[in-house]
């Protein structure tokens, strides 16, 4: 299987930080245009993949460890649990930030209007901690797929096939 | 051969069938009954001073759902990484 | 042409495609269940003069549809992944015959 041409290899490598950012745009504007924190993840997730295909897999799996992914998909969790928890005075997943001033809590003007980044209280943060999980666990399931490959390469005892270099 | 012609005829049918009988419940386009959406679509900008409903009905409204998707696709990448383990095969 | 690919294609894989093929539409169809007549998306950032609007609602629990489709999607491919590691061939009749 020959590996892709170098044009392709070019353009993957330079692409893959501008999705980087177009992601996390989309995520944190996600109470002001469509999108949010799923949508915004899956974006991210993509950049692993341009990654692998610029670079080769040798490059990547000494790059990238699978505990930091692990520890980013972690930390959204619990993160999404705790903001859910804090406001049971009234019940579960009560949005005690919104229109009070403070952390994510100005108040917005009824009808249409162009949008306010500060405006919607826990629904901001719960974004954001769904992003972080989306991220951490698409990009695991990326790793680990293709080090499975690579697992079944070295049994039959091959030399390495495809991008690796 | 002739199996999966008769399949393919008997598909066609049933697909039939659905877009008939899903065509005369309502007229396509007109203005549906539906108290929910539209106490929704009129104080959630007042009550949660958000602009896109659709992120306040996901994370807000019906927040509990969000959670119970966000197990499930830990759960899917937990086992995706329990399947690919390496010195279980072979003695 | 999801039904026909699952029921009646050999390859592994192409019964893969079939799967995802169906629920994609699946998702699609509820969707379109919520329209109105002239409405614009449920957003209120930079709208004209606001006449009516879709039905949030379906495109909310589509949301959730989704992820859980891809969720299963995946855990397919490391299936197959896996079954052809131990039995050396994708063909769904050959398969069926080896039994250990």
């Not at chain 1, 009560?94 to 003007?109: I, S």
């Not at chain 1, 209007?113 to 698409?138: D, F, H, Q």
């Not at chain 2, 306040?56 to 959670?67: E, H, K, Q």
């Not at chain 3, 930079?46 to 495109?59: D, F, H, I, K």
Request: glycine share 12%.
């Amino acid at each position: 299987m020959n590996p892709l041409s170098v044009v392709v290899r070019t353009i993957c490598d330079v692409f893959a930080w501008f999705m980087g950012i177009y992601g996390i745009y989309i995520i944190i504007h996600g109470h002001l245009t469509p999108g949010g924190g799923f949508q915004g993840g899956a974006v991210v997730a993509t950049m692993a993949a341009f990654l692998l295909v610029s670079h080769g897999g040798k490059k990547l799996l000494s790059f990238a460890k699978p505990g930091f992914y692990s520890g980013i998909e972690t930390a959204g969790l619990l993160i999404f649990i705790t903001t859910g928890f804090l406001g049971l005075s009234a019940t579960f997943f009560y949005n005690f930030l919104a229109g009070r001033g403070g952390l994510f809590g100005a108040v917005v003007p009824i009808g249409p209007n162009s949008g306010i980044l500060n405006s919607a209280g826990t629904i901001s943060v719960m974004n954001m901690a769904v992003g972080l999980e989306v991220i951490g666990g698409l990009s695991l399931i990326l790793i680990y797929m293709f080090k499975g490959i690579r697992l079944f390469d070295d049994q039959t005892g091959g030399s390495e096939t495809g991008h690796d270099r | 051969m002739k199996k999966k012609v008769l399949f393919l005829i008997a598909i066609l049918v049933v697909a039939g069938v659905f877009w008939g009988a899903l065509s005369r419940v309502h007229p396509f386009g007109e203005k549906a009954r539906a108290p929910m959406d539209d106490y929704y679509l009129e104080n959630a900008q007042q009550e949660r001073s958000v602009n896109n409903v659709v992120t306040a009905i996901v994370f807000d409204y019906r927040g509990f759902d969000t959670l119970g998707e966000a197990a499930v696709l830990f759960t899917a990448v937990c086992s995706v990484l329990a399947l690919f383990r390496k010195g279980s095969e072979g003695k | 042409m999801g039904m026909y690919a699952i029921l009646f294609e050999r390859n592994l894989i192409k019964i893969a495609i079939g799967i995802t093929l169906l629920e994609a539409s699946a998702n699609l169809f509820l969707i379109v269940l919520g329209y109105r007549t002239g409405g614009s998306i449920p957003v209120f950032t930079l709208a004209g003069e606001v006449r009516s609007m879709v039905l949030p609602t379906p495109q909310a629990l589509t949301l959730t549809a989704i992820v859980i489709g891809l969720a299963t999607s995946a855990l397919l491919l490391s299936l197959i992944m896996l079954l052809y590691r131990h039995y050396g061939t994708l063909d769904v009749r050959e398969i069926r015959r080896l039994r250990g």
